[in-house]
């Protein structure tokens, strides 16, 4: 790849990720010093929908790179902007998140800068960990508590049942005082935030059709196993993030129970109730034990997301200090036909977290086209799949084809792949993979792309393992942990687990095996992996540029005023060539990860892998000429 002119929202190339309104912010672009002369360089920004043009300043040039830069005032909100370069020979060239143009470029693709409330400074450092607390760990105290009526009782070393009613009423009895049991674990593999799927009362293990918002299930022990776990994982510097359904609830929950062919009950308008008996209502995707919240009821705002009085604050507040929430179907969360509340209701749950503690996280589940909904004014980020969890699956899986049974008990062998009809996994290259991962961020601000959970799997996927060679593992992984995103293991990934799909892929933790090789070898290098992120600032807020990328290899570099990384990403084998002058310095890299080899000269970096492999390098930081502007 030819060398690019380049900025991100890093603080490589922005003076502040926290601006107000009315501040004035300093940017930077950097251009290869071999770039045609050029006559003017010039921010584009569009406040209030009416163009705005301030004129950079070239800095300097340093290690082959020239650097200009302009100070714009923040006017909105969400204040975009992009860069125009003018040559000497009148060539133009744009600059936006999506990349280089030499025609004009839409502004949703824009960089943008935020007034929003800044997330927590946390975030950014995190490795979270999810866990499906039914399939975790069962405590002693599982035993004493009896078998729910809905309940189809298995015990811990029981396959999962794939097939209905098996697939939501199969119970294993895993409790949080099970997760408190297992936090030395936690800790040893490096994660330091648990994300755990909802606590409240249900009649599934999933408990996604919660039959109230005010208790933790007692199946789970209560609101005081809660306590203890929250208090235990904070001791160890672990937070811990719940799960709350804003789109739904289950129909056994009272307040639907009240409403429920009882017209005029004050909680009729909690939800789309079509016939004028309350017996025909809307639900999630037509099922019916999850009607769907209607959001434009002031009352239901006011039980569930508004005020300290409200579910959201309450689980926020002392005694339990949750440090944040994932919003289940956070995409559909009051949208139904013409009625669109989406943004109110993020925006007052982002309100109210504030007020209780600013120091929480709000993470969004948006599993398609995020854009339209990240842009600062409510999530922090999104649990998404096609920014990276689906393009990863395209590049680096090859499945068998080893059969599977559906809900039905109908025997495939197609592999699932995210609920669309393909007929399998789509086959795609590293291009391919490159080319979905900017186009779905580009329209995404770098502050909220910081927050976007990068999960290889989850509950609701199939596991990546079950699809992927071993040999690539450690390229999936380790992609989880170095690209720009909040990284994420799912619990039992580190063991190896596989799962055909969303379902199947809850399998029990199998604890008493970490001594066993294949698990043994599985552990440590996430651990390894996790440790890489945790220790090197520039894979927390270091800006991305793509250095090179073919069908069987990626080279991206992470940059930041104190360091750079280099990352190798392979799935075969690969011997790549750098220009010299795309590295700070790379005669001083020093191998952080992985057997692939470094060669360097006053002119090109030489990277080789014989297999599949993933590498990386800790370089010097890259070197920018002083600003007179302080």
């Known amino acids: 790849m030819a060398r690019l002119p380049h900025h991100d929202g890093s603080p490589l190339y922005v003076s502040t990720q926290t601006p107000r309104a009315g501040e004035r912010v300093r940017v930077r672009i950097r251009l290869p010093d071999d770039d045609a002369p050029l006559r003017a360089v010039h921010v584009l920004a569009n406040p209030d929908h009416e163009p705005e043009w301030t004129p950079a300043r070239r800095l300097g040039a340093l290690q082959r ?287 109210t977290m504030i007020d209780v503690n600013p120091d929480t996280l709000l993470i969004a589940e948006i599993t398609n086209d995020a854009s339209g909904d990240l842009q600062g004014d409510g999530w922090h980020g999104a649990m998404t799949y096609p920014s990276f969890t689906r393009p990863l699956w395209g590049w680096l899986c090859a499945p068998t084809g080893e059969p599977y049974l559906t809900a039905e008990g109908e025997e495939r062998r197609e592999p699932w792949f995210f609920g669309q009809p393909l007929g399998g996994i789509p086959r795609g290259t590293g291009v391919q993979f490159v080319d979905a991962v900017v186009r779905f961020t580009s329209g995404i601000p770098w502050r909220v792309r910081l927050g976007n959970m990068l999960a290889l799997d989850s509950h609701d996927t199939a596991r990546f393992a079950t699809n992927a060679p071993a040999e690539v593992i450690p390229v999936a992984v380790g992609l989880s942990m170095t690209l720009p995103g909040l990284p994420v293991v799912y619990a039992g990934d580190e063991f190896g687990l596989t799962g055909a799909d969303g379902e199947a892929s809850r399998t029990p933790m199998p604890w008493g095996t970490e001594e066993e090789s294949e698990t043994a070898r599985r552990l440590a290098l996430y651990r390894d992996l ?55 310095d790379p005669r001083g890299a020093r191998t952080v990860f992985g057997d692939a080899l470094l060669e360097t000269d006053a002119h090109v970096v030489v990277l080789h892998a014989t297999h599949a492999t993933f590498g990386v390098w800790s370089l010097p930081p890259v070197v920018v000429p002083e600003s007179d502007r302080g």
């Open 65 to 351: 790179w020239q650097w200009w830069e302009a100070e714009i005032v923040v006017r909105n909100p969400r204040h975009g902007y992009r860069w125009l370069l003018v040559g000497e020979d009148g060539d133009i060239r744009w600059v936006n998140q999506a990349g280089v143009h030499s025609g004009e470029t839409r502004d949703v693709d824009d960089f943008a800068l935020l007034t929003h409330p800044a997330p927590p400074s946390w975030m950014t450092d995190a490795v979270m960990y999810q866990i499906f607390p039914d399939r975790f760990s069962r405590s002693a105290q599982a035993d004493s508590r009896p078998t729910p009526e809905w309940a189809i009782p298995a015990h811990w070393g029981d396959p999962v049942d794939p097939v209905l009613p098996g697939r939501s009423q199969q119970f294993y009895g895993g409790d949080l005082d099970g997760v408190v049991d297992r936090l030395d674990h936690l800790s040893a593999l490096g994660v330091d935030v648990i994300y755990l799927t909802p606590f409240f009362p249900a009649a599934s293990n999933h408990r996604y059709d919660a039959s109230r918002f005010d208790v933790v299930d007692p199946l789970l022990g209560g609101d005081d196993a809660l306590v203890r776990l929250i208090d235990a994982a904070h001791r160890r510097g672990i937070r811990v993030i719940g799960d709350l359904t804003t789109n739904h609830s289950g129909d056994r929950h009272a307040w639907f129970r009240a409403a429920f062919q009882t017209p005029g009950a004050p909680e009729e308008d909690f939800y789309y109730f079509t016939d004028d008996e309350n017996t025909a209502y809307e639900s999630w995707l037509g099922t019916p034990s999850l009607p769907k919240f209607d959001w434009a009821s002031p009352e239901l705002r006011r039980r569930f997301i508004e005020g300290s009085d409200s579910v959201v604050a309450r689980w926020l507040l002392p005694p339990f200090r949750a440090d944040g929430w994932r919003i289940d179907v956070a995409n559909m969360t009051g949208r139904l036909g013409k009625v669109d509340l989406n943004a109110q209701v993020r925006a007052t749950i982002r309100r």
């Open 530 to 584: 996790i440790g890489v992120r945790r220790t090197h600032p520039a894979l927390s807020t270091g800006g991305l540029r793509w250095l090179h990328v073919e069908d069987d290899a990626i080279v991206f570099v992470r940059e930041h005023p104190d360091e750079s990384v280099l990352v190798l990403a392979a799935r075969a084998e690969a011997r790549i060539t750098l220009d010299a002058a795309e590295l700070s």
